[in-house]
């Protein structure tokens, strides 16, 4: 142990009151930092996965049709023409959804591709009528654009491959028209009415999805929404979704259709996630604010009781930037230690928060909270309060760095 460091250390343990106030900020503060982020990242991932999971990655419908202006360059009838873009058409639904599927599998980060067709529909239960909206799929392919195989919760989906009339429900639905696996329904839709057999229900936690949609094989959707060709929108799985807004741009370009990014269709909970997570890690770095002036505090009142000492150091060859190392060192070891319980308490306690109970419907759904096990949000924390206890320890260093000897002893010392 250096010198510098030992009488660090003596000085330190001349106020431990007040070096343990400051170490417990410390300790709250970076393990409540944790916890904090851990929570809401978790959320948000999980929010993040249940979008994919359900709509996926990418949407593509509508075809784009660009429309052209001529512009007289040269002057008035200069004969010179270039042509501009001024906006664009949107024609509604894609007309060839077979060729505009082999154009998206050459794309490197395009995993697989689902067509669906949806059109507004009544359905009638001997309970209740409802309007819905009907989604007719070729199940192979959703099932590998989305976590449907996942989400069913009573039934079985192969029943459904080979069941024309069958339909998939979601679990809220059905609940509201009291159906049940195996139960039938009517769809009317363009003046007529067709029944159907539940064969399975399904639950994403998305209570706009739970309630409205209902899942057909294509060919049986195509024929009660009398629409024999054509799709209403692709969805698409990417092998890396962080990609997707330059994928859909390129796509957007490459295929003159309309695509939207898994980032632009949710950007406003987004943005209320990110939100949340600023706000949360403001609110708790009030802790380590109070550990730097704590800390500030102490530092102060050690250095107005230990001007004797400091003199006497001066006196024996230490240099000005010794001293100020010495109360460096205090504020060092008390953060060290601090970040290091403050990290073990915020990995415990989000480890506790992990068990709670907590039933979330709307958006998502989950029996319990749910974290993140982030390094960074470590990084971030032990970062945060690195900067505010030091910067606050840098006021009282430069004080002790600057008395001398003499003025020590005339009693003049600042």
């Not at 290091?340 to 068990?355: E, K, N, R």
């Not at 971030?380 to 003499?406: D, F, H, N, Q, Y």
């Amino acid at each position: 142990m250096s010198p510098n460091l030992r009488i660090a250390y003596r000085f330190l343990t001349a106020k431990k009151r007040a070096m343990l106030m400051s170490l417990s900020c410390i300790v709250l503060g970076v393990g409540l930092f944790i916890v904090t982020q851990a929570t809401t990242k978790g959320f948000e991932e999980f929010f993040i996965r249940t979008i994919l999971g359900t709509k996926g990655a990418i949407t593509i419908e509508d075809e784009i049709q660009d429309t052209i202006r001529s512009m007289d360059v040269g002057g008035y009838n200069s004969g010179f023409q270039i042509q501009q873009k001024e906006g664009r058409k949107f024609i509604q639904g894609i007309q060839e959804p077979k060729l505009l599927i082999d154009a998206l599998k050459q794309f490197p980060n395009v995993l697989a591709v689902s067509e669906v067709l949806y059109g507004s529909v009544t359905i009638r239960s001997s309970f209740k009528d409802e309007s819905v909206k009907v989604y007719g799929i070729n199940l192979e392919d959703h099932l590998r654009v989305s976590q449907l195989g996942n989400q069913i919760v009573r039934g079985d989906l192969e029943v459904f491959r080979t069941t024309p009339t069958g339909a998939i429900l979601g679990l809220e639905m059905a609940k509201r028209l009291m159906l049940d696996v195996g139960d039938s329904f009517t769809l009317e839709a363009t003046g007529q009415l067709r029944r159907y057999r539940v064969i399975a229900l399904y639950e994403t936690g998305v209570s706009d999805i739970d309630k409205y949609w209902v899942y057909l094989n294509i060919g049986e959707a195509r024929s009660l929404l009398h629409k024999p060709t054509g799709a209403s929108f692709l969805q698409v799985n990417l092998i890396d979704n962080n990609r997707a807004p330059a994928d859909a741009d390129r796509i957007s370009e490459v295929l003159h259709h309309g695509a939207k990014s898994w980032q632009e269709r949710e950007k406003s909970w987004l943005e209320a996630f990110g939100a949340l997570r600023y706000s949360s890690a403001i609110t708790v770095s009030v802790f380590t604010l109070i550990a730097g002036l704590a800390m500030f505090n102490t530092l102060a009142m050690i250095v107005m009781e230990k001007t004797k000492e400091i003199a006497i150091l001066r006196s024996m060859g230490y240099t000005r930037e010794d001293i100020s190392r010495i109360f460096l060192w205090q504020a060092v070891l008390v953060l060290g230690v601090g970040c290091v319980i403050g990290m073990g308490f915020g990995a415990l306690v989000t480890y506790g928060v992990s068990q709670i109970r907590l039933s979330i419907t709307g958006i998502f759904k989950t029996e319990t909270f749910v974290v993140s096990w982030d390094g960074w949000h470590y990084v971030a924390a032990v970062a945060t309060a690195i900067v505010m206890v030091m910067v606050a320890s840098l006021v009282p260093a430069r004080r002790a760095a600057k008395l001398e000897p003499g003025d020590v002893i005339r009693g003049t010392a600042q």
